[in-house]
């Protein structure tokens, strides 16, 4: 699953990884000096950070027993997908979620050049 997350998120436009916090890979989008965190997976430990769309999202994932709270993020709807409890389309369902939710966010100069590059192969 760890492989699938990866490529899917860096397949997304302007989708990039770093590795940080001891090991986390960090996805983010924008460009090298302007960019939003999009998702932190820890590879191996079968959970997934990632942003939900809404608070009622947020909510119903966290009460259906899917996600629960990070204690490292604990505002803007940030979640902690339990990795063994979804299936993996629902997992990069989620991961798109997070990702369109922090697009928007970004400098609008950052969006445009995002959206006028060419697609990643």
């Not at 397949?11 to 989008?29: D, I």
């Not at 820890?42 to 769309?53: E, F, I, N, S, Y």
Request: charged letters at 25%; a neutral charge.
């Amino acid at each position: 699953m760890d492989a699938l997350i990866s490529q899917y998120a860096r397949s997304l436009p302007g989708g990039f990884m770093t590795e940080q916090w001891r090991g986390a890979h960090v996805f983010k989008v924008g460009t090298p000096d302007s960019f939003k965190m999009f998702a932190i997976l820890r590879p191996g430990d079968d959970r997934l950070t990632v942003k939900a769309p809404t608070p009622e999202t947020y909510a119903m994932l966290i009460e259906v027993g899917v996600a629960r709270q990070p204690c490292h993020l604990k505002r803007g709807n940030w979640m902690e997908l339990q990795l063994g409890t979804l299936e993996s389309d629902d997992v990069l369902e989620r991961l798109r979620d997070s990702y369109d939710t922090v697009f928007p966010t970004l400098p609008k100069r950052v969006r445009e050049a995002l959206e006028q590059a060419p697609k990643k192969g």
